[in-house]
């Protein structure tokens, strides 16, 4: 069943920034949907079976972190 969760990204500064956090995000098992918003650092992750850990070690490889 498909799922979306919130997180919230810290560091991001441009729209380059924006797109390697969706690009690694959106490689993830099961992702479906990614959307980034870059002034609040919101990421919503749409998908079915969603691996928080796995999230959160994909926004640390585009070199950000998730606040938690
Ligand atoms: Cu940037």
Same mark, same amino acid.
Not at 11 to 40: I, K, N, P
């Given at each position: ?7 919230? =990204? ?13 690009? *690694?995000? %959106?490689?993830? $098992? %099961?992702?479906?949907?990614? *959307?980034?918003?870059?002034?609040? %650092? $919101?990421?919503t992750v749409s998908g079915e079976g969603l @691996? @928080?850990?796995? =999230? ?6 585009? %070199? ?5």
């Amino acid at each position: 069943m498909a799922e979306q969760r919130e997180y919230t =990204v810290v560091g991001m500064t441009c729209g380059h920034c924006r797109a390697a956090v969706a690009e *690694e995000v %959106g490689a993830v $098992a %099961g992702v479906e949907a990614v *959307e980034v918003d870059l002034s609040s %650092g $919101a990421l919503t992750v749409s998908g079915e079976g969603l @691996d @928080d850990d796995a =999230v959160v070690a994909a926004v640390a490889e585009a %070199g950000y972190e998730v606040r938690r």
